[in-house]
């Protein structure tokens, strides 16, 4: 059985972590798990931010989705990209394991962006109505701009950080040239 990849793709709130992954995903035509999807479609089964408990729990149940997806994916020898903006000291530990039980590769894109950039990406989604209900209505608190690092896994073998301040700026070729280097 050949070696599965795992591409983390981590930040924080905002950063582009969606758009990088799709496209990631799509250039590589590897399945691809998003968190807060996952977290949306079982808040629209049950309620949703009204009930901060529940909230809490939902928010908990999409991650243990996600890492129970992207496992069945790793014991196929096949790369997948999962996206989700992974807090290193609970992520760290599942991811751990991944790579330990099916001899993974680890690559970690991680978005850094500017936190001032984030927030007004964050309200402006909000404001258009393009954040599902199930998401937090601020920008979380615990979030600020001494803190952005706690995305950042120190589990994975390889790391590529991408500054997402300027979408313009985003040099997707370069990021594709870099993973397929590591994978071959």
Known sequence: MKKSTL???S???????TTVAER?????NCPIFIADRLKEIISEKISGREDPVLFDKVAR???DILYYAVEEVLKTGTTC???????????E????????????????IYLRCDFEVATKRYSDR????ERHQCHAIDMPKNIDGE?????????????IEVDTTNFKNVNYEEILSKIKDYIL
Do not use: H, M, W
């Not at 990631?24 to 590589?28: A, G, H, N």
């Not at 909000?126 to 109505?129: A, K, P």
């Open 93 to 108: 530990p599942q991811i751990e394991r991944l790579k330990k039980k099916y001899n993974c590769k680890l690559i970690q």
């Open 7 to 9: 591409l983390l793709v």
């Open 11 to 17: 930040g924080i709130p905002a950063s582009g972590k």
């Open 61 to 63: 149940a999409s991650y």
């Open 81 to 91: 990209v999962a996206e989700a903006f992974f807090l290193a000291s609970a992520a």
């Open 24 to 28: 990631i995903s799509k250039e590589l």
């Open 126 to 129: 909000l404001e258009r109505g």
């Open 147 to 159: 803190r952005t690092n706690q995305s950042r896994l120190k589990c994975c073998d390889y790391t």
